[in-house]
């Protein structure tokens, strides 16, 4: 399966004319960074270069009230980060605080922020709304 998929996704990166912004090592420097500097797993949307339309996703429209799932079922394993076209992370969440209270932001963009820059990084910030490509 995963040979059919690597000659799949690499056509379309030929077809398309794409260069590679990540590898498995910033991926990596990534996903460990967000576990062990910030207080929530930020939520996220990939998009995968075999698919043929952008996956929906309410994170664009306002601030969410969940947390991503980096380590499960949800994201890639290393052998399949060369399928990721682009990540899009929203580091703020709203913290469910009662019935009657308003919730809570949690907003922890400026952490998300250095950690791209120190891994050097390439990214696109628009709302508060976290794009990371892997292919362009």
Not at 32 to 48: G, N, R
Request: contains cysteine.
């Amino acid at each position: 399966m995963q040979n059919n998929l690597k000659e799949k996704v690499f056509q379309i990166i030929s077809e398309r004319q794409l260069c590679s912004y990540m590898n498995n090592t910033k991926w990596n420097k990534l996903i460990t960074a967000i576990h062990l500097e910030m207080s929530f797993p930020p939520a996220f949307v990939i998009k995968y270069l075999t698919q043929e339309t952008v996956p929906h996703s309410l994170m664009k429209i306002s601030d969410i009230d969940y947390w991503g799932d980096w380590s499960g079922e949800n994201f890639p394993t290393q052998e399949y980060y060369f399928h990721i076209e682009w990540i899009k992370i929203r580091p703020r969440y709203l913290k469910y605080r009662g019935k009657i209270i308003d919730p809570e932001l949690i907003d922890e963009s400026h952490i998300l922020n250095d950690i791209l820059k120190r891994y050097h990084i390439s990214f696109e910030e628009e709302n508060g709304l976290y794009c990371i490509y892997g292919y362009r």
